[in-house]
């Protein structure tokens, strides 16, 4: 039999978005305020339908400048200047994920240090930062602290599903350097760390951990006081993708 395009149901395929960042020393996702229907009025993750001339990496870096004005970088290499790292997370198919049609969303992760306020792209009407365990128990965010209706789609699930991602690999990675300016001191890695992972951690035992792990940190040579105090010793992400032993992370 011939091939009919015809006998089977259209569906689009979208990107979206879990871009997330430190601000104040909390983990925080960009948010979205839909401009348009369907959940128009609802805050969601950034992202749009992939177009018919891009592949989902395309797709995916495209939505990200266009939400972030970021642009991505080769995750072996060290963090560079207004640049993110961004990386596949998962699949999403529900057939009913989606009121207008079938839809499969193609999550991506995103991780940059501290980004300035977010501009509103697309069918957005409003953009962002809002910290991801306000998000995650709310289900969404309100102004003000009101109450906030659920996150369009299912875009708490991938919320969710990235938050805790970004929160394993940290563990056996050196993603949290991601997080971090090309030149950062151990105190503000732990200070990733500890807004990742929501815990505080002791400072002296976080030095030994990072500066004994083969490959994770490379000192600059350079001191900084931008913490205040006495000067403190800068590093850069060393060549190790992976750490041996690993950064557990604490029970809680």
Not at 114 to 123: I, K, N, V, Y
Request: with cysteine; charged share 20%.
């Amino acid at each position: 039999m011939p091939y009919d395009p015809s006998a089977f149901p259209p569906f689009a395929v979208t990107v979206d978005l879990v871009v997330l960042t430190v601000r104040r020393h909390a983990l925080c996702a960009l948010a979205v305020r839909r401009g348009e229907p369907p959940f128009q009025g609802r805050w969601a993750l950034p992202g749009g339908f992939v177009r018919a001339d891009e592949d989902l990496a395309q797709a995916a870096a495209r939505e990200l400048a266009e939400e972030t004005g970021l642009r991505v970088h080769d995750p072996a290499v060290p963090a560079q200047d207004n640049g993110a790292h961004l990386e596949q997370l998962a699949t999403y198919g529900d057939p009913k994920r989606d009121p207008r049609m079938r839809v499969v969303s193609v999550a991506h992760l995103a991780l940059a240090p501290d980004l300035p306020a977010p501009r509103a792209g697309g069918d957005a009407s409003n953009a962002r930062w809002a910290p991801v365990e306000e998000l995650l128990q709310q289900g969404g965010y309100g102004r003000d602290a009101e109450p906030g209706a659920p996150l369009a789609f299912d875009h708490a699930q991938i919320l969710a599903d990235g938050v805790e991602r970004a929160r394993s690999k940290i563990e056996y990675s050196s993603l949290a350097t991601a997080f971090c300016p090309p030149e950062f001191t151990v105190g503000e890695l732990r200070r990733v760390y500890e807004a990742v992972w929501g815990v505080a951690l002791d400072p002296r035992n976080f030095h030994r951990k990072v500066t004994g792990t083969p490959g994770f940190l490379v000192p600059t040579g350079g001191t900084t006081t931008r913490q205040g105090g006495r000067p403190a010793q800068l590093f850069r992400a060393g060549g190790a993708t992976l750490l041996n032993p690993p950064m557990l992370r604490p029970e809680v």
